[in-house]
């Protein structure tokens, strides 16, 4: 079985980083994701994505991002339930990211745009990464 997914969009409000009981980090947002066609009536369409992010890449996410930031994810879809207050069943599909790539500079006095990913074993710090037009894009 293959559940595979990758994203690039902008973020639409700061991550809501958090702490689990046990001190695990957190990190929940949404990114929006513009579609490759346009309506009938020329417009572009966008979808809104709801992620989560965990442990130490939930800090970093947190804290080299910001509304607006144009971001790269990958991971994977995972739905789950939960009985809200009013005991109704909400029922949630996100994405669960496993690596990610911040697509811009910080701000135009630092240089390329950097990834970082979560694979699990310390040390893992943020890598040049060359900049791509849309032109040098095959598709």
């Known amino acids: 079985m293959l ?7 902008r973020l639409t409000k700061p991550v809501d980083l958090r702490y689990t009981q046990s001190g ?9 994701v ?6 009938t009536n020329g417009e572009r369409e966008t979808d809104f994505i709801n992620c989560a992010i965990w442990r130490k890449s939930a800090e970093n996410f947190a804290n080299f991002t910001h509304k607006g930031a ?8 995972q739905t789950r339930t939960y009985d809200n207050a009013q005991g109704q ?5 996100e994405v669960i990211v496993e690596n990610f790539a911040l697509l ?3 701000d135009s006095s630092q240089g390329q745009p950097t990834q970082s990913t979560n694979q699990g ?11 791509i037009s849309d032109d040098d894009l095959p598709f």
């Open 24 to 32: 695990t980090a957190v990190g929940s947002f949404t990114i929006a």
């Open 104 to 106: 811009e500079p910080k």
């Open 121 to 131: 074993y310390a040390g893992n710090q943020p890598a040049s990464q060359p900049r």
């Open 3 to 9: 559940n595979s997914v990758a994203l690039t969009g």
């Open 89 to 93: 069943r909400v029922y949630v599909t």
């Open 34 to 39: 513009d579609r490759q066609f346009r309506s």
């Open 70 to 77: 144009l971001v790269g994810i990958e991971g994977h879809i």
